[in-house]
């Protein structure tokens, strides 16, 4: 078992309630950086951890935060994507359900280092039950005076409150959360101009992920340096991975990150293998949005080396062999599973969450969906397979967010490794209604 | 004033301006057809994804080409940048796509469709579709809806440009008319179908680039082409009063905002020329205005083919 710096408490009884956080060493990080730090050297700690955000994109968070436009007289925020919608990820959820106090803890230093005086946490609306939490936690929070106004006499205020999301998947989309929380229809806006430099209200804003915002923690108490030497290259850090499937052991893991795929899916520690005895199929590392991998790429790479869990191993070989880390939603199917209805399934999800402003992924999305409705019910042609991978082909990079490349590439993957799945739909239709075709084969060489 | 060159045209504009702006000043057949973008409208643009071109250079500081293609509405030129738009292959397959993508919803009901001779989602399908349609899918149907008692929307018609929200969002003081539910549902309405009582509203009808939004005192009465476009003008309190009336003989069918070749309101009088809608469904005697004649249509379109001069085809097969 690796080390775990976020979800080290998390089975101790009383962890949501600020005193036994506390007691377990809880909102040291605030004293440390509003009593002996500068706002830069927060952020410097930052930068040397390496962290990157993770809510999908992986973007260096000190390099963010280094963005966000410092303009005289203008107020700045810090917004915490709390929206986690992305079919397979629900590390979030546990997060702040278990440990609150974290991501509060998390707020507090990351607007400090920002100069933020008032912060949202935006949270997806079927998450009510956990604003009930966090609204209890933050209470308690200015109770003990680490909210509000002069905090802990360094003469920092700060205000931060919970924001329920408006419903959408789309709404998770940076700029489409601003939007959101500004009242308005979730449609992302258009970029340039960033959020760094024009965000909620037209001010600079940081939008990041629950977990980015939680890992400030354990990088200011133990410092950047320390967080790096943990993990392999530029994947620094644990990360939080929810593991769902045909697993003996899904769950949520704080991994170190470099760990083995291999070891992740069959470690003790982690999943413990493949439920019921059955077969390995194939697997989505990083949620619905990112490639599918068959079997024989999982664990392996094409070249033949280990597969890790860290950004840039899951994405060894591109798309044509590899896929991402993506926001950490670990999906695995078993041999019984059927790839085109799951490709079905991921279609539908995008065709109703696309936000329909523009129009190849309003039109693309929903187009995909009919035609994969139809090859997953065996009424199909081949041709319809062909047509697939050109719809996806015209979304991919011509849409406002990425939601249009999201939507495509989990298709495009699919037909890529999976083709003679889907030409069984179409050539076998009734026996393929069993949806039994089991493992795909290797093909002889992979590009 | 920067320099930018687009598809081997080389103009100076300031700084700021759009490659679409850019390529409009060059003009011809290197503009880009924009179905999202108003010029008079701010915030609009970027949605429907027909203007997009290949930026080959990102300016002289940078001249690495940009990798995704850009929608030129939205995208402010640098000086020094080398923009692709009827040269590019790229543009050519993927604005191809980009008109599939309008077209495969759209209800193709020409034949008894108001905007015909005016549809700008025409001229695109003329110039950049295909001739036969992939989809073999059930179009997604609406039924038509009154926004307000002049105006009748034909939700099947709709390209979702978010142009008339915008007329409401600017023009109007109390917007009750926007974009409900979401993906390929996402549909034009007034919530509730609340009526839209408001002076500038019948500014909808002129910036919908398709049939979606038709005037209801116009409706099926005829052919834009069958009719007399004519200057003319009238004093208004409400708005400029600059118009264009269309004639069948003495009478009057319709009252328009005077039109630039994008389909655009012009500006009059130092700006934007939208009218009243007193002006618009109201004024429909010719004793309402002061003729001052024959207003020449300049776009593409089939209505100037009939009248005066010369036609102004600019239609060329990109490849
Ligand atoms: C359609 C869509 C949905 C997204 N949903 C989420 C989400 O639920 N949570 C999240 O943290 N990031 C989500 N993102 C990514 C955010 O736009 C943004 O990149 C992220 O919150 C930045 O935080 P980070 O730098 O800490 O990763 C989504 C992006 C897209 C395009
Ligand atoms: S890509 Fe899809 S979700 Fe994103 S802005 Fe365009 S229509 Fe909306
Ligand atoms: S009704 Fe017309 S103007 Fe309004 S969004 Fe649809 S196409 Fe655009
Ligand atoms: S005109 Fe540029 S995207 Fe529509």
Redesign the pocket.
Known sequence: MGRRLLLEHDNVAGIETFDVYRKNGGYRSVEKALKSMSPELVLEEVQKSGLRGRGGAGFPTGMKWSFLAKPEGVPRYLLCNADESEPGTFKDRYLMEKIPHLLIEGMIVSSFALGANQSYIYIRGEYMWILDILEKAIAEAYDKGFLGKNILGSGFDHDLSVAPGGGAY?CG?ET?LIESLEGKRG??RMKPPFPAVKGLYGCPTVVNNVESIAAVVPIINDGGEEYAKIGLGKSTGTKLISACGNLVRPGVYEIEMGITVEEFIYGDDYCRGIANGKKLKACVPGGSSVPILPHYLVTKTAAGEDRLMTYESLADGGFASGSMLGSGGFIVFDEDQCIVRNTWNFARFYAH??????S???EG?GWMEKVLHRLEHGQGNLRDIDLLAEINKKIEGN??????DA?AWPVAAAIRHFRDEFEWHVNEREESQKRNYGLIREPQSIA | MIKVTIDDVEVEVAEGTTILNAARMIGGDVVPPAMCYYSKLPDTGG?CRTCLVEVAAGSTKDPRPMPKLVVSCSTPVQDGMVVKNKTSERVHENRGAVVEFLLINHPLDCPVCDQVGECHLQDLGFEHGAEKTRYEEERRTFDPIDIGNKIKLHMNRCILCYRCVAVANQLTDKRVHGVLHR?EHAEISTYIESAVENDFSGNMIDVCPVGALTDKTFRFKSRVWFLKPMEAECECTKCSGKVVVWQFGNEIYRVTARKDRYGEVEDQDGKAGWICNDCRFDKKDLSDWNIIGPRTIDRHSVISQGNYESPRTSIKKVK
Do not use: V
């Open positions: 789309i989309e489409a449609n992302p969450e696309s936000c329909g402003q523009c190849p992924c309003r999305t849409t406002i967010c990425p939601l249009g939507a | 949605k993906g």
